[in-house]
């Protein structure tokens, strides 16, 4: 057993993440963003505040918001923070897709949160391995969802398209191509895409292109040489897409205490 952690800690793998924290502040009233992404917010202290689109005010111990929630205000003094966040692209995401619609905010329910707050409490406690976060990571998602039940198989050109997204740099991709591919009218491939994953195709293609951003931080490479090796047009697109995805700029992200790859 060690000391409480005093300050920020974040596990990345895989396009998942794991944070600690004590406090946490997010104004976002001039430039909300939007996730692709379902995100856990467990507190083991005390609650913490989220102002929903409607201006609703909720005060918390646990939620769970969904794809494409309008993130704005989040307010959490000694809350003891954990953070747990699944990118559209993972199993984990699917899997949690039974607890959580797009565009949906809910509280964890007192079964949940008395499960989750078990498992979240004591790690403040402890020193923390990448291995350690990760069945911290599975133990907490686990306990929300059942991992035997299947999730609704994609369209099959759906599918090819995310392949293509994944194989290529984002300045090789554009909507007129990737329609060409799967023999679909560009409006089509829009409009499947989004009834299949809630969310816009370029939407999709800027997030998934700065999780490939991440392991090239992680290098130790300067921003302009991450944005030109992950295909973005120059700097500013790279740094529009690091804040549509993240809520903050790229050196806010190489500035975080404690990031362990």
């Known amino acids: 057993m060690v000391n409480k952690i005093t300050r920020p800690r974040i596990y990345i793998w895989d396009r998942c993440f794991l944070k600690q924290d004590l406090s946490l502040v997010l104004e976002r009233n001039e430039s909300p963003y939007r996730r ?23 005060t918390l111990q646990g939620a769970i ?16 923070l954990t953070i747990i966040d699944a990118f559209i692209t993972t199993t984990t995401y699917r899997d949690l897709m039974q607890c959580i619609g797009p565009n ?3 509280a964890l329910k007192c079964d949940e949160l008395a499960k989750t707050q078990e498992l979240c409490r004591q790690s403040f406690f402890k020193e923390l391995s990448i291995d350690d976060a990760f069945t911290l990571f599975n133990a907490v998602i686990y306990s929300l969802c059942d991992q035997d039940i299947s999730t609704p198989a994609l369209d099959s050109r759906i599918r090819n398209i995310i392949d293509i997204v994944e194989q290529s740099r984002a300045d090789e991709l554009s909507i007129s191509s990737l329609a060409e591919k799967v023999t679909l009218s560009e409006s089509r491939l ?32 300067n921003f302009t040489e991450v944005a030109h090796e ?7 697109h790279y740094s529009r897409t ?13 500035k975080q205490l404690d990031i362990f790859f």
């Open 36 to 58: 692709l992404s379902i995100t856990i917010i467990i507190s083991t202290g005390k609650p913490f505040v989220v102002k929903r689109e409607n201006n609703e005010i909720l």
């Open 190 to 221: 829009r409009s499947l895409f989004k009834r299949d994953m809630h969310c816009t195709l370029s939407q999709y293609i800027r997030s998934v292109s700065f999780w490939k951003s991440i392991p090239l931080l992680a290098q130790g490479m």
């Open 230 to 236: 992950s295909g973005f047009h120059d700097l500013a």
């Open 104 to 106: 949906d905010t809910r």
């Open 65 to 80: 918001l969904g794809p494409n929630v309008e993130r704005t205000n989040i307010y959490a003094e000694d809350s003891d």
């Open 242 to 254: 690091v804040s549509e995805v993240m809520g903050v700029p790229p050196s806010n992200i190489r």
